[in-house]
């Protein structure tokens, strides 16, 4: 089987680690620019790498177009002037998912089918340095088919896609736009503004950098998302975006209205209702930070007992992927949260765990 990947970058290049060296199949990474296929050879990514983009469609079983949203239109046009395999399947890992559904339905493909997907995972880094094989784990993993998609092409990606560990979720590509322009477009958004009017205080007194500690950094990581990338997403649902913001403006008008009133009550109902939403987010949403293989144990409060359990996983070759201690209070077992990176870790350690004196929980 061979993929082919166009734009090798943070996600062409997580999805190229994903597929290569399993059995079967090749990976084909393309790039127009050189120095980047280069890359993709030096540091393993793909199996062949091509600034050619007809030797690197010929023959693909699947197409992953893994450039900017600005891009997605015109690489879409230029496959379809392409002799490519019959039932060949191209999709793309685009975050807007209105205008390129639009573009495919135009396009003239023959014998083969377009899929959009969307990836919800992601980082504010960049380029096939920051490609990660566990980015997509435990994320979502959007697909938009149109109803001239065939049941069995849809099957077909989404067991491809079984190789990044993400959830497949079917979603319509307006409801898409919608929806993420409100849960990833507007936060990078606001992030941007939030950094651009403390960088602009910055200006006449340092000390705003230098004190800006867990709450700023928290709330703009994203704010160093790669400027090109986000300018096409952006641009693309520019209107869902501008709906956006108006009721953007509702919520920062409401809190002028509250601390003009001095309303304390009305801050409190703001946090609650915000905590009460958060916390109700599920935890896979949080990609690579979180495992779907967790077990939990309840933990003596004593000196040294994590570095025992850690020990004891080690020596029996068990790979943690996270540990979290959830709740710790002075003479109150504490629960430590185990995470593993697959099943059969996950299984091992539920065996070896109570031969070691602890209860495990899943
Ligand atoms: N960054 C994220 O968190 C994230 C998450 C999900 C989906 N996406 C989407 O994935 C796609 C790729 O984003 P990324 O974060 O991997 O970016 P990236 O910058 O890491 O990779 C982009 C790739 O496209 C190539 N490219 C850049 N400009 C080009 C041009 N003008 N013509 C042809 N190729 C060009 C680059 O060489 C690179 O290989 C985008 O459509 C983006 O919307 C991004
Ligand atoms: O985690 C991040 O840094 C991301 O920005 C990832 C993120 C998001 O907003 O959640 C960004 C863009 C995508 O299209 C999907 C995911």
Known sequence: ?????????????????????????????????????????????????????????????????????????????????????????????????????????????QNVTFIGGHPMAGSERSGVEAASSILFENAYYVLTPEENVSEEAYTRLADLLQHTRAQIVRVDPKQHDDIVGAISHLPHLIAVALVNQVRQYNENNTLYQSLAAGGFRDITRIANSDPYIWRDILLNNKDVLLKLLQDWNGQVESFIDILKREDGEGIVQEFSQAGAFRSQLPERRKGMITSLYDVYINVPDTPGIIGRIATELGNHELNLSNLQIIESREDVPGVLRLSFRNEKDWDRAQQLLPTLGFTAYV
Do not use: N, W
């Open 1 to 109: 089987m061979k993929i082919t990947i166009f734009g090798v970058g943070l996600i062409g290049g997580s999805l190229a680690l994903c597929f290569k060296g399993k059995p079967g199949i090749t990976v084909v990474g393309h790039s127009i620019f050189p120095e980047e296929v280069q890359k993709y050879i030096d540091r393993h990514v793909v199996d062949i790498a091509t600034t050619s983009m007809e030797e690197a469609a010929s023959d693909a079983d699947f197409i992953f177009l893994c450039v900017p949203v600005g891009k997605l239109a015109s690489y879409l046009q230029q496959l379809s002037q392409m002799t490519l395999k019959e039932g060949c399947i191209i999709t793309d890992v685009g975050s807007t998912k209105a205008s390129i559904a639009a573009c495919a339905k135009q396009t003239d493909l």
